[in-house]
Nanobody
Framework: QVEVVESGGGLVQAGGSLRLSCAASGRTFSYNGWYRQAPGNLCELVAGISSDGSTNYADPVKGRFTISRDNAKNTVYLQMNSLKPEDTAVYSC??????????WGQGTQVTVSS
């Protein structure tokens, strides 16, 4: 079974930085996405990266967040800079295989204090 393992969440003050990591079973995937959900809100896509390296970002995080992949470590990262209180949410990683099957990580809490 494919296992997605996330790490890097925590508590940080506004203006600070965090880096989230997502590793999955030593495999490469057609697509990886970081999603977030805050209480009372729907789950939303934050950033995504495809196997060809192309990326996309939600408007609220453009210029502050960067998604990247380290193929040697089979790991996808989300570098989050200039964090704001409104970034507070549970962040989850989705990995999509070349067959189109999706796998999710357990989610990690990111809390940004003012």
């Amino acid at each position: 079974q494919v296992e997605v393992v996330e790490s890097g969440g925590g508590l940080v003050q506004a203006g600070g930085s965090l880096r989230l990591s997502c590793a999955a079973s030593g495999r490469t995937f057609s697509y990886n996405g970081w999603y977030r959900q805050a209480p009372g809100n729907l789950c939303e896509l934050v950033a995504g990266i495809s196997s060809d390296g192309s990326t996309n970002y939600a408007d609220p995080v453009k210029g502050r967040f960067t998604i990247s992949r380290d193929n040697a470590k089979n790991t996808v990262y989300l570098q989050m800079n200039s964090l704001k209180p409104e970034d507070t949410a549970v962040y989850s990683c989705k990995a999509v295989t070349f067959r189109g099957r999706s796998y999710w990580g357990q989610g990690t809490q990111v809390t940004v204090s003012s």
